[in-house]
């Protein structure tokens, strides 16, 4: 199972953005689709699905926060990702702009469609929904890296900290470490120099990109984009709880808040088979026992599924 799952959390579009982003991105496919009743929001949908392989999670709980650019996806069209096709490069530069051009329907552009020094092809847009992709055109004689990519924007208050949370997160999390680090020379301003222009990393064998930037003044983390950090068992729950929670009013229903206002879900991986049960007794009593919580107690969800 991939241990760290983004989360989107959406007015009431949960299921219509996820059959909409699997329509955009190859090899992608909507896995589960759970209605959570009598919840505060009422009743929600709850999405899993796979975008070009990679597993996200939605959700339908009323307007509470909109997404921003603080996170984007970074989306990798690398021509060795379709080596068996006739000509790789031009069917990554095809794929690249069959998906500008679906993600631009209704949404706004932040970087346009163009070359920059960085990548022959290179745009960032929000979508219909307002969730941000930055599509690039990779070069196959860099390093390969995963089709699709966090990318963490440290704005505000944030500016200057990206490569501390970078170092951070590595430190927190196994099967990490830290790639390129980048940094604003003299002359970008408002940018800091030596502040973070780009960098990248991995947590749990999944990688993630980071930037400072002090042109974006409107923007910050928020509950919009979480990150679920599967769990096998209390003990690692514990754990990353620990390691992880910052801010004590955020905490609640396995949601918190890192020192950064970034926001995960600490959650067990026997979650996952309680909320897909078809006994919606069993998934109600979960339910109620978890909105209780802030941490998650699994020998509680667990006496409460199986009607103890």
Request: proline share 6%; charged share 25%.
């Amino acid at each position: 199972m991939q241990k760290i799952v983004p989360h989107l959390w959406f007015d009431r579009e949960a299921k219509e953005a996820a059959e909409f982003y699997t329509s955009v991105f190859p090899e992608s496919s909507i896995e589960s689709a759970v209605v959570l009743r009598d919840t505060p929001s009422g009743d929600c949908d709850v999405m899993t699905f796979k975008l070009w392989g990679h597993r996200f999670m939605s959700i339908s709980a009323g307007p509470l926060f909109k997404f921003n650019p603080s996170v984007s996806f970074m989306v990798n069209f690398d021509p060795l990702l379709f080596e068996g096709t006739s000509s790789p490069d031009e069917e990554a530069r095809k794929r690249l702009d069959f998906a500008w051009e679906r993600l631009s329907e209704g949404g706004k552009v932040l970087m346009p469609l163009d070359e920059y020094p960085f990548s022959k092809r290179y745009g960032w847009i929000q979508d219909r929904y307002g969730l941000s992709w930055q599509l690039i055109l990779t070069d196959p004689a860099g390093d390969p890296r995963p089709s699709i990519m966090p990318s963490l924007l440290f704005v505000g208050d944030n500016v200057g900290r990206a490569e501390e949370a970078v170092k951070y997160y590595a430190s927190t999390f196994n099967n990490a470490k830290v790639g390129s680090i980048h940094h604003y020379g003299p002359g970008q301003e408002p940018d800091k120099e030596d502040s973070v222009m780009f960098s990248d990393f991995v947590i749990e064998n999944q990688w993630f990109t980071a930037m400072d930037s002090a042109r974006v003044r409107d923007a910050g983390f928020n509950e919009a984009v979480s990150f679920i950090v599967n769990c096998k068992d209390q003990q690692e729950i514990d754990f990353y709880w620990n390691a992880l929670s910052a801010v004590p009013e955020a905490e609640q229903c396995g949601w918190l808040k890192d020192k950064y206002g970034l926001s995960w879900q600490v959650v067990p991986v026997a979650m996952d088979a309680m909320m897909n049960d078809p006994d919606e007794s069993r998934k109600a009593r979960v339910v109620e026992a978890f909105m209780k919580m802030k941490k998650f107690d699994l020998a509680t969800l667990e006496k409460a599924y199986q009607g103890g």
